[in-house]
Antibody, heavy 123, light 111 residues
């Protein structure tokens, strides 16, 4: 079964850091780009970041550029999101998602999503 | 303000047909980038309904269909059922922003 399981969310003070993880199983992890998408409470979906299958290409939304870093470890089939300088507006459920096709990074539809991990930034 | 514009809400009676529009511009849908559609039930992760404008993943009923023309796309749901009550989102790519973009979402109410 193809599965994504996020972890690492929690309550953090403004200016703090968190690292999210997404454990992948049931597919050839290194063949697929991966993405993080977030959803603030009561709001819509917002793309955060994507990474190529090799890890050599990384892409960020302007809202997180310079503060967040996406990475992956294919030996562990795990995707990461290092979040620094967190702000109240980063409060959201963070989902990792797999594209339905290999090769494409920011253009394809996402056919597998994790259940999400909640990040709350508050003092 | 989302780059892709969706109506905040639509509604329909059981058995009816509803459509949800997704309006973009020349830097996203109009540039030829594919549109994808998701269904999100309360408290759950999004589920891919339509990919590459018109294609349904296996397991998605054929009551759901997608289309694209010019700078817009649409999701049609026929034979409306109570279980279709959810939020629906469109997604594409914007070359000006170099970003994956989503519509603001549409809440479907089954009357």
């Amino acid at each position: 079964e193809v599965q994504l399981v996020e972890s690492g969310g929690g309550l953090v003070q403004p200016g703090g850091s968190l690292r999210l993880s997404c454990a992948a199983s049931g597919f050839t992890f290194s063949s697929y780009a991966m993405s993080w998408v977030r959803q603030a409470p009561g709001r819509g979906l917002e793309w955060v970041s994507s990474i190529s299958g090799s890890g050599g290409g990384t892409y960020y939304a302007d809202s997180v550029k310079g503060r967040f870093t996406i990475s992956r470890d294919s030996s562990k089939n795990t995707l990461y999101l290092q979040m620094n300088s967190l702000r109240a507006e980063d409060t959201a459920v963070y989902y990792c998602a797999k594209p339905e096709k290999t090769g494409a990074i920011r253009t394809p539809g996402m056919d597998v999503w994790g259940k999400g991990t909640t990040v709350t930034v508050s003092s | 303000q989302s780059v892709l514009t969706q109506p905040p809400s639509v509604s329909g009676a059981p058995g009816q047909r509803v459509t949800i529009s997704c309006t973009g511009s020349s830097s996203n849908i109009g540039a030829g980038y594919d549109v994808h559609w998701y269904q999100q039930l309360p408290g759950t992760a999004p589920k891919l309904l339509i990919y590459d404008n018109t294609n349904r993943p296996s397991g998605v009923p054929d009551r759901f269909s997608g289309s694209k023309s010019g700078t817009s796309a649409s999701l049609a749901i026929t034979g409306l059922q109570g279980e279709d009550e959810a939020d629906y989102y469109c997604q594409s790519y914007d070359s000006s922003l170099s970003a994956m973009v989503f519509g603001g979402g549409t809440k479907l109410t089954v009357l």
